[in-house]
């Protein structure tokens, strides 16, 4: 465990040598000022030790991540219909592209792209207002997180609100399909805010923990899910966690995660820990450049790759 | 091990008992004959062990499984460079679509789309010609499995060869942008052959234990690839070995795997073993029915999933 | 003289005696409820007469035949800038497809499409208020046909308004990509608005005599707009005016016009009439049948083709 | 008449003044070559008289202008039946697009675009030999120019069967769907061989005199087709007779033309003239740059726009 510790040291070290950063998102102007110098790692073992090094205590907008956690609630609630409403495969064009939803009747093909998260988001008003929705969301990363401290960046999710015209298009195009129960409005506003939550690398990759755990969090002992789920969820986020790079990281990287266009990543490890990296400069694919990076790293030098031994 | 046995028998019998089997392809009169109530079943162990069931000795068209070989021998060949010519990420999109080349300019998604593997045919063309090139496949398919008697189906070869008009026109489409440095009549050639290679469950998991083995035959010591490369192959067989039912497979079964119109399906277990299946009958996405339930049965059985403890 | 009165007669007999009448838009309850039994057709030539037959007085939804009257409106304000926002090309795909709008970073293709008959709403509000612009139509309605009694359907635009998740989509969709100037739901209220004019095929037959008559409208004595541009709103009419059935209509009628998906359709015979006819069975392009087909047999028996001698 | 001696003139005189021409096809070498200062136009009227200026009598490749003569002759053998094998709708994608292709089940939209003149010439094997059916074309070409001196250009025929991988591609495609009779080879050999014919604008004009005279060349008092097959073939003209700027051509010009990647245009004028023009150097679009102006100037100095007196 004094190795994981030199890795995290070594790869904070190196990365802060990285002269190309990628491009921070600029749609809205929370997300535009963060400083792209910022880059932290925090990771957190099956047995509870965790290593952290760079800016891992600096809550981040989660963004997508948190997709990670609405799916899992949904799953929660409607099992495997939500399979119906839903997909599970990759869906080979940019994220928020609404054309695979016209050749599939309104279907997204997966609940990471922005349109599933939307469907997610939708299922999750099923028994709930949506101010109290997104107070269960918020409930649940703490819950996970084992931190009452976390909470939504309101003006984030007020600027995505005030600009989210993509997003209210594929809404609405669903909803055309009779695709989503509830108003585009109602749906989109949950979906704002859960991305809006802001959280640090340590507070994400304890979140991330029971799904390296086989559905426990073996911090609290408290199951969140069961071993099925919980390899599920891992599949999901391998194939489609990273948009239309998700290939990529497969290959690179090894293991299942999940990034967000703030710049932040949750990787699993089954069996060993979670992983959470952040660094705000975004690759071509909208994925955070120095955070995949040190994923690669971090994979080279534990040799965690679920691809082989 | 007994328990590995005992597992593979029981799947044989469950199998023996269902009574959808899907759909048999038909687009040659060859595959179109063979006799659907077929199920074979063969794993081999990263110790050398095999355990099989069925008609686990009846040799088949493995089709696109060879893919999984010639991406091995083109990367032997060509390197990462081969990446320049042909993507890393699921394509969203049926086996044999051309769309998405026309959107990416001739580059295909992934080495096992039909485009991709064609790509991999020309880059295999580079230091041979066509009959040399489908003997060096011929040579490694028997390498790998330690098997000399494993031969192409020249009858197949020749009815692909005469049928295959959509692989004419990716192929020419593909050159029409530049992208094949050999006439589309050569590459197919050599396409349609290794397509045709004949092997039974037994070969076929023996032929793939490299991949489970971190690059390295066990059974006879001799290294075939590096550790890196065989987490690689296996990580391009999980997102994109099922077309698109990639994400699906990879939701129920958990395992790295590669699928052929002829019904067989090579699966990895890495650190484990690996597995061959085969029954003809396939599903909506053109992979096998029963071969697809027996290794969700197997993965169930053996926890040998890569997405959790 | 004579002679077009027997043709219109003849036509009225005819379609009377026709079994196959299509399908009535169904998706809201005002469109869905019209009796299909109805036909109605009138035509007003260049020299001020009017022929008319069936239920010709009786006032429908023209829905889309409106495009013709608001593209007028905002050719008067924009002028040629109108085009650096909306193409002039058939878009060969279904009226309401987002796809095309992907592929062209929000560009409708014409502003016969749904999305292009949005951006022309957009323009349209460049001056005034929703309320006040959708006056202005109502206005301009009643100056084409020289009838002040004129209205919009109030109902007609509710049930759209609440409905239209379509059209919501596909605004919200443009303003993504920063081509809209209004928020979607100004612009969806004067696109919903001006849809809902209800007009006779008497009066819709002299609104378009203008187009028909080099400009200006040979009754009042008015020009509408100049020789050149009736020419050009006629060109668009036949390249675009029957979503992806336009290219069947030029074969078969040979004469530019605009259908709406309440049954409508207003057709020019440049130098001779304005025809419109209305019937509210669809056929499977969204265009009236018993309309289309009357409007063949009038263009065959008058001869009035713009195509020949 | 004079009147159209002098607007000749003055086109000619004033296009010579233009300095931006275009960019020359470069696919093949013999079009590349092409010295781009050229212009000529030639309008024969339906009294049969001849207006022509510039290079009027150079032949130049008239490539896709063939596919005017070919659907004649397609539409003589197979009539309303060849409408099951080619749509008659604007494609809304580029000429050589395959997208639509293969939504569409292997059914190209119309049949000027590439994929449509190529079903149109496997209609034309149905009787005859692929040597027989190319000597049929010329025959028709001659026939129709009163010209026994028109060939076809060897050489850029074989130029075009050795680059045209696209061509070949839509080809074995349509085939894959089962939509051709006759193999690629023997098609594409009679297609790339009609678009080879070397015209000059003299015969050219000549030879589409029969379309603006209700199907009967008043020059010898020959009828090719009925008047309303005329009609019809000028409707698809205008629809589809510009690849995807069709839309902007019968906006400018108003009058039904087919142009080819030689820099060829022909136009109909119906009841009035046949024109033709030619200037190597083409729009984005792919038609000739100089001829679309020029024919925007005869539009405007004649009023012959068949969209309004």
Redo the contacts between chains.
């Keep these: 465990m004094n190795e994981l510790r030199a890795i995290v040291d070594d790869i904070q070290r190196l990365i802060a040598g990285r002269e190309e950063r990628g491009k921070v998102a600029t749609y809205i102007p929370e997300l535009a000022a963060v400083d792209p110098a910022q880059f932290g790692i925090a990771v957190t073992t099956v047995d509870g030790r965790q290593y952290a090094a760079g800016e891992a205590d600096v809550p981040f907008s989660i963004q997508s991540v948190s997709k990670v956690f609405t799916l899992t609630l949904a799953l929660g609630m409607a099992g495997d219909r939500l399979w119906n409403r839903v997909?599970?495969?990759?869906?080979?064009?940019p994220f928020n592209?609404?054309?695979?939803l016209?050749?599939e009747q309104g279907k997204p093909?997966?609940p990471f792209i922005n349109a599933g998260a939307i469907v997610v988001a939708d299922t999750l008003l099923a028994n709930h207002q949506p101010k109290e929705t997104i107070g269960e969301i918020v409930q649940f990363a703490r819950f996970l997180a084992t931190d009452e401290s976390i909470v939504i960046d309101q003006k984030v999710a007020r600027s995505e609100q005030e600009t989210g015209?993509?997003n209210?298009?594929?809404?609405?195009?669903m909803?055309?399909f009779g695709k989503l129960d509830h108003p585009?409005e109602q749906v989109l506003g949950v979906y704002f805010h859960h991305c809006a939550l802001a959280m640090s690398c340590r507070q994400l990759s304890r979140a991330g923990l029971f799904?390296a755990?086989?559905?426990r969090n073996p911090m609290t002992g408290r199951t969140v899910v069961s071993?099925d789920r919980?390899?599920?969820i891992?599949?999901?986020m391998?194939?489609?966690g990273h948009y239309?790079?998700?290939?990529?990281f497969?290959?690179r990287v090894?293991l299942?995660g999940k990034s967000g266009v703030g710049g932040g990543i949750l990787v699993v490890a089954?069996?060993r820990a979670s992983i959470a990296v952040w660094s705000p400069g975004l690759n071509e694919n909208g994925n955070s450049l120095l955070g995949s990076q040190a994923l690669e790293m971090l994979a080279q030098r534990t040799g965690w790759?679920?691809?082989?031994?």
Excluded at 87 to 93: A, D, I, M
């Design positions: 997909g599970k495969e990759p869906s080979g064009t592209s609404i054309v695979q016209e050749r093909r997966n015209f993509r209210f298009a594929l809404a609405q195009f909803r055309g585009a799904l755990a086989g559905g071993g919980a390899r599920r891992n599949a999901l391998l194939m489609c239309d790079g998700s290939g990529d497969a290959y090894g299942p089954p069996g790759s679920i691809f082989g031994p």
